[in-house]
């Protein structure tokens, strides 16, 4: 079985084994697919857990899975053509629709919109889910600039009331 995302990125369930596995441009990797409330379910934990420190902590997490998944993917050549096609396209990650709508390299500045962002389904004044994608986009962007200084901020959110969630990285 195969669950086309386009003609170059593809999921694929190894029946075999039960396990699902990603096939990309530059990333060929075994996933796990978690159901959305599934995700929301471990964010309410948290927050009822550590209250305030859970945005935090997802933050955290997030920042080492955005590495992660840059370390994955990053080819050693032609990293600025490969990013402008993830970040120009759905989410293979499942998050939404990526645009970049600003990249510079001299500056280690982008800013990304997700429009359709899964993780403002769970709309609430807090943002609570939103934690998450801030830290990946940190940990993404410090391997991709190669700089660790790099922050992330959320100047829109589609839960509050935009037609899109868009971060700046600098
Ligand atoms: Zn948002």
């Known amino acids: 079985m195969t669950l086309e995302f386009n003609a170059e990125r593809s999921l694929v369930l190894d029946q075999a084994h039960g396990h699902i596995i990603a096939k990309g441009v530059v990333i060929q990797c075994p996933v796990i697919a978690l159901p959305l409330d599934s995700f929301f379910t471990i964010v309410d934990e948290l927050y009822s857990l550590f209250q305030s420190g859970a945005a935090l902590i997802l933050e955290k997490v997030g920042e ?34 990526y645009e970049l709508a600003r990249l510079d390299m001299a500056s280690k500045e982008a800013r990304i919109r997700i429009y359709d962002c899964a993780f403002a389904r769970k709309s609430d004044v807090e943002r609570r889910a939103m934690w998450y994608l801030v830290g990946f986009f940190k940990g993404y962007f410090s391997v991709f600039f190669e700089d660790d200084s790099v922050k992330c901020t959320e100047i829109k959110c589609a839960s509050a009331g935009y037609d899109h969630c868009e971060f700046v990285v600098s």
Do not use: D, Q
């Open 64 to 97: 080492a899975t955005g590495r992660t998944n840059a370390k994955l993917a990053m080819p050693p050549r032609g990293k600025i053509e490969v990013l402008k096609a993830v970040y120009n396209s759905a989410s293979t990650w499942g998050y939404g629709r």
